[in-house]
């Protein structure tokens, strides 16, 4: 009879930890004070590890921002002055027709160029893992507000086995066809399955496919190591 493989319950632990955690912060969420005093300027901010853009994103002359952050979601400034004075609206998360705009991790640093030769300022981003994701300007402005489509890590040819940052594999023989393979967890919240082809002293590797549960990919923020039990019920 084939084994049956689970994660070993700390897993669920954790995700129950997470859940409660996450509805205490909610609960104890303290409101922000206002400034409630209209045409009042403040330095303009984004919070940590701000990585200012300073382009004509929404092609009208002048320099506007965008700003990325320690989290994973980028800040649009409007520049509503001129290159020579310029005078920029209150920030506003960037945004499209379907969700806010956002990286799947955090402490990313990106850059602004016209990647694919359009007309129209797009953006590549460096993730806290090493992973670039192309984040590509449509050109269109909506609410004064460029469009962007949803980020795109980009692709190599495969060289060294890579499952993002603070990889913690676990050798285990996963879909029992007696070799080896690699279960690991990462800085990004995910399981890997790393299949072994075969090749035997030197196996050959497929690539990472993220595990899931009930079709939905496994993701358990914060540094965890996965590890394999062969439980028999």
Avoid at 58 to 78: M, S
Avoid at 138 to 143: A, E, L, N, Q, S
Wanted: net charge negative.
């Amino acid at each position: 009879m084939k084994k049956t493989y689970v994660l070993l319950l700390i897993c669920i632990v954790l995700i129950a930890w997470q859940r409660q955690s996450y509805a205490q912060n909610i609960k104890s969420e303290i409101p922000r004070i206002k400034y409630n005093n209209p045409g009042l300027e403040t330095d303009l901010a984004v919070g940590l590890w701000s990585s200012p853009l300073p382009m004509d994103f929404d092609n009208d002359g002048d320099l506007d921002l965008i700003c990325g952050e320690f989290v994973d979601r980028f800040t649009w400034f409007e520049n509503t002055g001129t290159r020579e004075k310029p005078v920029f609206a209150k920030g506003r998360f960037l945004k499209n027709n379907k969700n806010l705009i956002t990286m799947d991790l955090e402490m990313m640093r990106t850059a602004a160029v016209d990647w694919n030769q359009d007309g129209n300022i797009d953006l590549l981003s460096g993730d806290e893992d090493g992973r670039i994701a192309f984040i590509e300007n449509t050109g269109k402005i909506v609410d004064n507000m460029p469009v962007f489509k949803p980020v795109v890590y980009l692709k190599q040819e495969a060289d060294f086995v890579k499952f993002g940052a603070l990889v913690t594999p676990y050798s285990v023989d996963w879909d029992d066809d007696g070799d080896e393979d690699i279960i690991c967890g990462c800085s990004a919240g995910y399981i890997g399955f790393i299949e072994n082809l075969g090749g035997g002293d030197t196996p050959v590797w497929n690539k990472p496919v993220r595990l899931k549960a009930d079709d939905q990919i496994i993701r358990i923020m914060g540094e965890y190591w996965p590890v394999i039990r062969d439980y028999k019920f």
